[in-house]
Structure formats: structure tokens, C-alpha cells
């Protein structure tokens, strides 16, 4: 996964947008990133928009999600020189859809939630969809799937296909009506011949009977020993009682 993420789990606040911030900015560009079964037995759904270059800063970048990702996994703006940085953000739910605005000093914006996939025996499947048809955001897609898929069908079809330094395939595309394709969604199906890796859950510990002590023998004759000692004691004195003269 990209190394910043790990920081923006633990630095990622909420707060209200800055008093001169331009509400709403219209977004320029999205490009929806999918990769299934990355780190995950899900999809991962990486969200990167820009705003229009007009859009002055600070700014109010607006993502929508399902409604189901109560809190994304990572909320970045970037910096100086591409460096991605934590980003505030608030979270509005409308029906199925929550929008998540984001403060933003820059004009391009990443976002990441994880869905579930649909999985029949081998196959697995998702679809990914832009709640509200734009005629003015330029949508790209990029799909990456594990080395070991077969039978991939994306939709809309990639214009290209890349592999990565790891031999992962990247499967690039356009979608939108910006691109002169009405649909707003982009579909995976793919096979594996492995079940969903499962995360690994702590095995929960059987009470076990306590087995009796073994104490050495050296225990026991220590103990016989003070028992008599004792007796003796109280019989001495019990006789010394008896004997003294009585007043």
C-alpha cells in the first residue's frame, strides 16, 4: 500500500472548513482507482480528483461514497512536489450516498474506502458508480488485479493495459460523458482459483483443568514436623496448667 496511508489512519481529524474557503469547488478531473484483493479480501476504491484550475484556495473538494464507509481510510491532499498529505474533512449522508468534503490547500485530492466484493466460487465481481451523471468532470479509471486473475472483464473496455514492477496488471480507461460514454460506473468480473484471502483472527484459548501441584517431599516432612511441634507445645502447657498450686 502507499506509505502514507498508515499516518493518515492516525492523523486524520474532523474540522470546519476554513471561513475563506471556496464552498463546493467543481471538480475538474476523477480518476477511480480499483484494486481487489490488494491487502484486503475486498476492493480497494481510491478516489483522485482535481479541481478546476480556476478554483481558488483554500477550497471544499466534494467526494461522494456509499454510504455504508462510515469513516474513509485515508483523506489526503497534495502537496509540495506530489507528497500526499492528511486532509480535515465532514461527512454527509444523503439517502445511500454520504458526501465527504474535504478542506483542501491544493487543488488535487485522494480519497480511500474499502467495499466488499461479490464472490461465487471462483469468480469475483464489483461495481463501482458515480452517484450523479456530469458532463463536466473528465472521468479515467485504473484497475489492478492480482497476478493470478484470469478471465478479466472490465467495463467500459481499457484503452491499454500496463504491468507494474511487481507483474501486477493495470487496466486504463476513460468513462463518463465528458469522454462521450453516458455510463457513470465501471464494472470488474474476474476469476481465481483461490477463496478470499481471510484476515487472520486470534484464536480464542480453551480453558484447560488445572493439574494438581506436585510439591516435593521435603514440603511434607516440614509440615509434619511444626504439626507435632505444636501438639507437643500444647500439651506441656496444658499440663503445666494442671499442676501449678491452686489459690
Keep these: 500500500m502507499i506509505g502514507w496511508l498508515g499516518c493518515l489512519a492516525v492523523l486524520t481529524t474532523f474540522q470546519a472548513p476554513p ?14 482507482a480499483l484494486w481487489p484483493e490488494y491487502d484486503r479480501p475486498a476492493m480497494l476504491v481510491i478516489l483522485r480528483a482535481s479541481l478546476a484550475p480556476s478554483v481558488s484556495l483554500p477550497a471544499v473538494a466534494v467526494l461522494p461514497v456509499p454510504a455504508f464507509v462510515v469513516t474513509p481510510h485515508a483523506v489526503a491532499q497534495r502537496g509540495e512536489g506530489g507528497t500526499l498529505l492528511v486532509a480535515d474533512y465532514t461527512r454527509e449522508v444523503v439517502g445511500e450516498v454520504a458526501y465527504v468534503s474535504i478542506n483542501t490547500q491544493s487543488h488535487d485530492v485522494q480519497l480511500e474506502y474499502y467495499a466488499d466484493l461479490t464472490s461465487v466460487e471462483a469468480t469475483r465481481s464489483f461495481v463501482w458508480q458515480w452517484p450523479e451523471a456530469s458532463a463536466e468532470i473528465a472521468f479515467t479509471f485504473e484497475v489492478q488485479l492480482p497476478k493470478d486473475a484470469t478471465g478479466a472483464v472490465v467495463t467500459p473496455t481499457p484503452e491499454r493495459i500496463e504491468t507494474g514492477d511487481d507483474g501486477r496488471q493495470f487496466l486504463l480507461g476513460v468513462f463518463g460523458k465528458v469522454a462521450g460514454l453516458g455510463t457513470n460506473q465501471v464494472s470488474v468480473r474476474y476469476a481465481r482459483p483461490q477463496g478470499l484471502a481471510v484476515q487472520s483472527v486470534a484464536a480464542v484459548r480453551v480453558a484447560e483443568p488445572v493439574a494438581p501441584v506436585n510439591n516435593p517431599t521435603w514440603v511434607w516432612w516440614v509440615l509434619a514436623l511444626a504439626l507435632t511441634v505444636f501438639v507437643a507445645s500444647v500439651v506441656v502447657f496444658w499440663r503445666g496448667h494442671r499442676s501449678s498450686p491452686q489459690s
Excluded at 471561513?19 to 477511480?32: E, F, I, K, R
Design 19 to 32: 471561513a475563506n474557503a471556496d464552498p463546493t469547488a467543481p471538480l475538474a478531473s476523477v480518476n477511480v
